[in-house]
C-alpha cells in the first residue's frame, strides 16, 4: 500500500502508522491488526476502524482527530443510533505492579496491552513527613503536628492502596471512551483465599489438577518465586510437599505447604524442612504475599466501584494452559475476557505518570531539598511544536526558562519556552505506545 498524503492537522505514532505535525501528513501502511477507535458526533464509543478507513474519512472531511495515542477519531455527521457496534468485554488482570487488559468482541480482540503502576509512593509520603518533623525541630516558628488531630473515615485506605486501585477504575474508564464496552469482568486475585484457608483439604485434591489443585499450587508458585525451596533450581517441574510430613503431626494448611523439585522431594522423605536442613523454608511459607494482601485489601472494593463480573487467577491459568498460551499479563487478560479463537491484536503499553503539582528539587549547591513555589509551565511527557515538529517534553531546566525535548527520531533538542507551542499536557495515565 503506497503512502498517502493526508492535508488534515495531526499526529499520532502508533507502532508503523505515523502522523507528522506539517500541513502535509503522510500515513505509511500499516498492518490491518492496527486498529482506530472511533466515537459518533457525540462522543459515544462505535466499533473501531482499520486505518485505511479512517484516512478516507479524514480526507473527505467526515472525522477529526480525538486523540493520538491510541489514535482515535470522531465522525462528524453520524450518530451512535445509526450505527450497528457488537457487543465488547473487557478482561482486566488485576495486579500490584502491572494491570493487564484486553477487550474482544466475538471475533476478534480489540485492545490489549499493560499498564505499569506507579511505586515508591510510601517512600515519598515518609520523606515528607521527615521534612515536616525535621521543620519544627528547627530553630523557626514552632508549627504543631497535625496528624493527632487528623480522623480517619471509615474504609480509610494507604495513600499508595488508593492510587493502586483507583488506577484500575480509571482504566477501565479510559478503555470505555474509546470502545463500546458491555461487559466488564475483572480477575481479582491469583488465589482465592477463603478457598485456602479450609484447613480440611482432603487427601492429594492439590497435586490432581483440580480448581483447588490450580488455587494452591499457584500461590505457593508465587509465593516461591518458581523455583525449588531446596535446591533452587527453576523451569523444572515442581511437586507440592509438606514442611512437616503428615506422620509427624503437619497438616494441609497452605502455610505447611511448599514446592520443590522430584529429587528434592525424595531425598527429604519424611523429614521436616529443618530436619533436612533448609529451617528457614517454615518462616518463609508463614509471610504473606504484599500483592495478594493488597488484593485482599480492595478486591471487592474495585468489583462494587465497576459494577462488574470477577474471577479469580487459578481459574484463569486453568484456562490459559487449555488453550496453550504463555503466561503473561495480555494473554491472562483474554482468558479473563472468554477469548477463545478471536484474532488477537498487536498490544500497546500504559504507564501512570507523576502530575508533579508540587516537585522537590535539589539545591543547585546541593544543600539538600527545595520545594518549587511555582509550577513550571511543561512537564515530562508534554507534547509541543517545534520548528514545525510534535516533540516530548523530557524536563526544564535554568529556572523553568528552557526547554528540553525529544523529537519522533529520538534526538534531544533544547529551547527557550517562548519558542515552542503547548499540543498536549500528558495525562497521569498515559498510553505510551
Request: glycine letters at 6%; hydrophobic letters at 30%.
Amino acid at each position: 500500500m503506497p503512502a498517502q498524503t493526508l492535508t488534515r492537522r495531526a499526529y499520532l505514532h502508533f507502532g508503523e502508522m505515523t502522523f507528522t505535525g506539517r500541513k502535509n501528513i503522510v500515513l505509511r501502511s500499516v498492518s490491518m491488526e492496527e486498529k482506530v477507535y472511533v466515537q459518533d458526533k457525540n462522543g459515544k464509543t462505535l466499533d473501531p476502524t482499520n486505518p485505511a478507513r479512517a484516512r478516507k474519512l479524514l480526507n473527505k472531511g467526515r472525522a477529526k482527530v480525538v486523540q493520538r495515542k491510541p489514535f482515535t477519531i470522531k465522525i462528524v455527521d453520524r450518530k451512535k443510533e445509526n450505527s450497528y457496534t457488537k457487543d465488547v468485554t473487557l478482561g482486566i488482570d488485576a495486579g500490584y505492579k502491572n494491570i493487564g487488559f484486553s477487550a474482544i468482541n466475538e471475533d476478534k480482540e480489540l485492545i490489549s496491552g499493560v499498564l505499569k503502576l506507579r511505586d515508591g509512593i510510601s517512600k515519598k509520603l515518609e520523606q515528607r513527613a521527615n521534612y515536616r518533623r525535621n521543620r519544627r525541630h528547627r530553630n523557626t516558628r514552632y508549627r504543631q503536628p497535625r496528624f493527632d488531630n487528623r480522623k480517619r473515615e471509615e474504609g480509610w485506605l494507604a495513600p499508595s492502596i488508593k492510587h493502586k486501585m483507583n488506577s484500575h477504575i480509571k482504566l477501565v474508564k479510559k478503555l470505555k471512551e474509546i470502545l463500546p464496552i458491555t461487559k466488564v469482568i475483572v480477575e481479582v486475585a491469583q488465589f482465592d483465599q477463603q478457598k485456602m484457608q479450609n484447613p480440611e483439604i482432603e487427601g492429594v485434591e492439590y497435586q490432581q489438577g483440580t480448581l483447588q489443585g490450580y488455587n494452591v499450587r499457584n500461590y505457593l508458585l508465587e509465593k516461591f518465586d518458581r523455583q525449588c525451596v531446596y535446591c533452587g533450581k527453576e523451569d523444572i517441574p515442581l511437586e507440592v510437599e509438606h514442611i512437616i510430613p503428615k506422620n509427624k503431626g503437619g497438616s494441609d494448611r497452605v502455610d505447611n505447604l511448599t514446592i520443590s523439585c522430584h529429587d528434592c522431594n525424595q531425598e527429604k522423605d519424611n523429614q521436616t524442612a529443618e530436619e533436612f536442613g533448609h529451617p528457614k523454608v517454615q518462616e518463609q511459607a508463614k509471610e504473606t504475599l504484599k500483592s495478594t494482601a493488597f488484593m485482599n485489601i480492595v478486591r471487592w472494593k474495585i468489583v462494587n466501584k465497576l459494577d462488574c463480573n470477577y474471577t479469580f487467577g487459578h481459574i484463569t491459568k486453568k484456562n490459559r494452559i487449555e488453550q496453550d498460551l504463555e503466561k503473561s499479563h495480555i494473554n491472562d487478560a483474554f482468558i479473563v475476557a472468554k477469548g477463545k479463537n478471536q484474532k488477537r491484536c498487536i498490544p500497546i503499553k500504559a504507564k501512570v505518570y507523576r502530575r508533579n503539582n508540587r516537585s522537590l528539587q535539589t539545591n543547585r549547591k546541593t544543600y539538600g531539598r527545595s520545594i518549587r513555589k511555582q509550577k513550571y509551565p511543561l512537564s515530562p511527557g508534554d507534547l509541543v511544536k517545534y520548528k514545525g515538529e510534535i516533540c516530548e517534553v523530557k524536563g526544564m531546566f535554568n529556572y523553568g526558562k528552557w526547554v528540553r525535548m525529544k523529537d519522533s527520531d529520538g534526538n534531544k533538542l533544547n529551547s527557550n519556552v517562548k519558542d515552542v507551542k503547548l499540543v498536549k499536557y500528558r495525562e497521569g495515565l498515559s498510553f505510551v505506545s
